[in-house]
């Protein structure tokens, strides 16, 4: 019990502080908010931009199980969130790594989620499709 209330406002605070750094306007102030929402909900702001899918997925095994999908879309969350900020072709590797977790995310959950289908297919348009 006492883990799942600390996973719920783990996510809370973390959509809370997303979406102060979407409300932000100035591209300064929004990359700085990035990397601090980086370092401090995952590690490594650098890791997360140039590590592998594969260690990035392997990065998951430090937290406890029953935690490990939630900090999934957690991220996802962020790379989505920051794509936008993002000049190609590292816009596009970030939509795409996002992608995946939403996907990864998708069939390990066991939570049905409109809102993570409906991002799989706005990504997956944007990715293939060249539209925002």
């Known amino acids: 019990m006492l883990q799942r209330d600390y996973i719920s406002r783990l996510i809370r605070e973390f959509m809370a502080a997303l979406q102060r750094y979407l409300e932000k306007n100035?591209?300064?102030a929004r990359r700085k908010t990035a990397e601090d929402l980086f370092r401090q909900y995952f590690g490594s702001?650098?890791?997360y931009h140039t590590a592998t899918h594969d260690e990035i997925m392997s990065s998951f095994e430090k937290y406890p199980e029953e935690e490990r999908i939630s900090r999934m879309e957690m991220l996802a969350e962020l790379y989505y969130a920051e794509a936008d900020d993002r000049p190609e072709p590292f816009r596009?590797?970030?939509l795409?790594?996002?992608l995946s977790l939403f996907r990864f995310i998708d069939a390990h959950s066991r939570t049905f989620s409109?809102?993570?289908q409906n991002k799989i297919g706005a990504i997956t348009k944007m990715i293939y499709s060249g539209g925002k």
């Open 114 to 116: 409109i809102d993570r």
């Open 45 to 47: 702001y650098e890791f």
């Open 92 to 94: 596009t590797q970030q």
């Open 96 to 98: 795409d790594m996002a």
């Open 26 to 28: 100035e591209a300064g």
